[in-house]
């Protein structure tokens, strides 16, 4: 029934090892994204994926890279993990187009802990 | 540069009362804002949509205005009950960006 689910919910690692984060949507949405929130809860979009094609990429690392296997998936990897990728991670997905087809439905989130 | 600004000090108010929450914005061109709310450990979740031409939004008890000349937008909570308590978020859609930006949010506790 999750219309945007992610996986896992919380992730503790140590410095200088990748890991993934998945996301799944099943609202039959066009468009998914991936934000940052930090300590101090900005939340700052990272990337964006229309039809499994990159859109937005708003100066994020290297170590980053997204992959969108199909439109209903968009997966993080993060390579030698530092201790500033410690966040919380939404991944969100809109219908795409204009007015209220923007409107986004964002994930539970993974909490990202890099020790 | 571009700024959206809102009020980080948590909002207190006593149940019953109307809360207004606000969001200023410079140097941008929103086509739309948004308002969105978010509880701890959750994601945020959408409320409300108006446009640059629209002057005024509602829903239920939720009353939003947009004012393109004072570059502003404000958030009106109606007989606020202890369960609107959250962080609201304002989002802003610019059309140069083809993305939404969002405000570090405000916290609202509403006492009962």
């Known amino acids: 029934d999750t219309a945007v689910s992610q996986t896992p919910k919380y992730l503790v690692t140590q410095m200088g090892n990748d890991k993934s984060i998945k996301c799944e949507q099943n609202?039959?949405?066009?468009?998914m994204y991936w934000y940052k929130q930090d300590s101090k809860k900005f939340l700052k979009i990272m990337f964006s994926?229309?039809?499994?094609?990159?859109?937005i990429n708003e100066t994020v690392p290297n170590r980053f890279s997204p992959k969108s296997p199909d439109k209903a998936h968009l997966n993080l990897h993060i390579n030698s993990l530092e201790l500033g990728d410690s966040a919380v991670y939404f991944c969100?997905?809109?219908?795409?187009?204009?007015?209220?087809?923007?409107?986004?439905?964002f994930g539970p989130g993974t909490r990202l802990l890099v020790l | 540069s571009q700024k959206i600004e809102q009020n980080s000090e948590a909002l207190n108010i006593q149940e019953g009362k109307t809360a207004t929450l606000t969001c200023n914005y410079t140097?941008?061109?929103?086509?739309?804002l948004q308002w969105y709310r978010q509880d701890p450990g959750r994601g945020p979740v959408f409320l409300l949509l108006?446009?640059?031409?629209?002057k005024e939004k509602r829903k239920e008890r939720l009353k939003v205005t947009f004012d393109t000349t004072l570059k502003q937008s404000l958030f009106h909570i109606t007989a606020s009950q202890p369960a609107d308590s959250a962080t609201y978020l304002c989002?802003?859609?610019?059309?140069?960006?083809?993305?939404?930006?969002f405000g570090g949010g405000t916290r609202l506790m509403v006492k009962p």
């Open positions: 994926y229309n039809n499994k094609e990159l859109i």
């Open positions: 989002a802003l859609y610019n059309n140069a960006g083809n993305m939404l930006t």
């Open positions: 108006i446009r640059e031409n629209e």
């Open positions: 969100a997905s809109s219908q795409g187009g204009s007015g209220n087809q923007e409107t986004q439905y």
């Open positions: 609202l039959g949405h066009d468009t």
């Open positions: 140097n941008y061109s929103p086509a739309y």
